[in-house]
């Protein structure tokens, strides 16, 4: 995954040199956490380092990465500048490169949720308190990614709240890897419950592609902030002083009237991006002491 880099004194954006400005910058590597099905995650990378490319008036390029893990090391060792990270995955990066900074996120972003789904031949009725958690005692349940913020950590967190451990689970908790998986999983019976990103699981039913006939949610978290783009303060010395502003710009400007952008902001799942900064994921970087996901 390593990448060639632009070198001292070869040309940037600011300072093209002899040649042409865009083509002879080292590119903007941009990646995201594979959350889903991977086909879908590419296609909405490559839509968007497009626009970014034509926005910044730098090379674009985007990397895909074989799991959460492997997104935050890329991040963490330069081979990834700018990432679309989950809550949790984002702290563990920026917590790694000093000067990382959160920038943006969708406007679904700062409200976030998960959702509990169940099995129909569970027999597990609906609930709206979380207390009734304890309701899914000796069940068997399963996570998304291991690193997930909401396929796992904080699903993980509200179990908690509700005076449960995993171990009150029947068997081991599973880990499916995405959330597309977990959908997959409890609609075949495989686990009688699952926890997953209720933007994914609501996409999801509108497109047909769940059978409802078999699975249903069961209760809805209380909202949280969770996934966000966080860039890597090396692309100022590469693109120069205010280059982050510039990219921050570029997502908000995003306009659903420009037939190209809103495809982008589908994609996404947003009806448009905000602004984002470190502190709105103090409650995600607790979370995740507490559980034992950040050192």
Known sequence: MLLVKACAG??????PGIGS????????????????????????AEKLAAYLESKLGVPVKYQPVTDYAAA????????????????LTGVQARLQVPGAQAIAQRDIDEQFTSVFIANTQSGIASFTDLKDLNTLKGRTLTFGSES???????????????????SDFKGEVGFSGNHD??????????????????????????????DTSKVQVIWTTPPYYDYHWVISPEVE???????????????TELDPA?????????????????PTKNENYSQIESVGRQIGKIQ
Do not use: C, H
Not at 21 to 27: G, L, N, R, V
Not at 72 to 87: E, Q, R
Not at 237 to 251: L, M, N, S
């Open 237 to 251: 010395e590469r693109y120069g002083q205010g280059f982050i502003q510039k990219v921050q710009a570029a997502f």
């Open 72 to 87: 935050v090391t890329a991040f963490k060792v330069g081979d990834l500048d700018l990432v679309w990270f989950g809550g």
């Open 148 to 166: 997930s913020t909401s396929g796992r950590l904080m699903p993980q967190y509200f179990i908690q709240q509700a005076g449960m451990a995993l």
């Open 21 to 44: 400005p865009a083509e002879t910058a080292a590119p903007l590597v941009v990646g995201s956490i594979p959350d889903q099905d991977p086909e879908k995650v590419q296609r909405q």
């Open 181 to 210: 998986a977990t959908i997959k999983l409890v609609e075949a019976g495989t686990y009688e419950v699952g926890a997953l990103n209720s933007q994914v699981w609501e996409s999801r039913v509108a497109e047909g592609a769940v």
């Open 10 to 15: 070869s040309p940037t954006a600011q300072n």
């Open 258 to 274: 420009n037939p190209d952008q809103k495809e982008v902001l589908d994609l996404f799942g947003a009806a448009k991006f905000i």
